[in-house]
């Protein structure tokens, strides 16, 4: 498969593409054709060397994925040969053709794949720090930085579970945050 990777620190620049062996799911594992990925804060950290999980060079890129299931591993149950999902690539390597996945959904009827593959890594944030904080109906919750992608993204968790939400933001993203439902404040 193509894919892309990086053998030296930098910018968009260092990305190469390369072919790689295909990958074939483990048991509990899915493989998808990609159709998008998404790019995360953590990609380009990674990419600028900023950032290490402790991977060598030459390393692949890329969490966010949303794709079409082409392979499923032993023991999978949840979704089946094309269906449509998203998820996060398990060895951050979805800026390929294919991935492999352990934590994944059905894409709602409503999204495309672009659109799915910008929400993993930050929707999985924002519900687990939710889940995290037992946020809920008559919960008053202060998000920091709620005009960012972590932060819209829990900021419409939050308001869909009922919480009021007052997030920080620059003046120029209060009218965003109001149409999300958030009562805007500035920092300080
Ligand atoms: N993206 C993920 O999935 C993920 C996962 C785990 C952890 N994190 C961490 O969570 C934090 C937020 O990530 P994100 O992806 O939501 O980032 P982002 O989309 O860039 O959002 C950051 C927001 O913070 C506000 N901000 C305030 N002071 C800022 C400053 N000095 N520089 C830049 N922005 C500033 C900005 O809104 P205003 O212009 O309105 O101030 C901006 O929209 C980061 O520290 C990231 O490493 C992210």
Not at 29 to 37: F, G, L, N
Request: aromatic fraction near 4%; charged fraction near 15%; charge should be negative.
């Amino acid at each position: 498969m193509k894919a892309a990777q990086f053998s030296r620190f930098g910018g968009p620049e260092v990305l190469e593409i390369v072919d790689l062996p295909d990958p074939h799911p483990g048991p509990g594992q899915i493989r998808i054709a990609v159709h998008a990925a998404g790019i995360n804060a953590t990609e380009w950290k990674l990419r600028k060397g900023v950032l290490s999980f402790g991977a060598g060079l030459p390393q692949t890129t890329g969490r966010d994925v949303a794709g079409v299931v082409d392979e499923v591993g032993k023991g999978v149950t949840d979704v089946a040969v094309g269906d449509r999902v998203f998820g996060v690539s398990d060895d951050g390597a979805g800026a390929a053709e294919l991935a492999l996945l352990t934590y994944r959904a059905p894409i709602p009827p409503s999204l495309g794949f672009v659109d799915a593959a910008g929400l993993p890594v930050a929707l999985e944030t924002a519900t687990r720090s939710l889940d995290a904080l037992g946020v809920g109906r008559g919960i008053s919750l202060l998000i920091n930085g709620a005009a960012g992608g972590i932060g819209s993204t829990a900021v419409q968790l939050a308001v869909a579970r009922g919480a009021r939400v007052i997030g920080t933001a620059s003046t120029a993203n209060h009218g965003y945050l109001r149409l999300l439902g958030a009562e805007p404040v500035t920092y300080g």
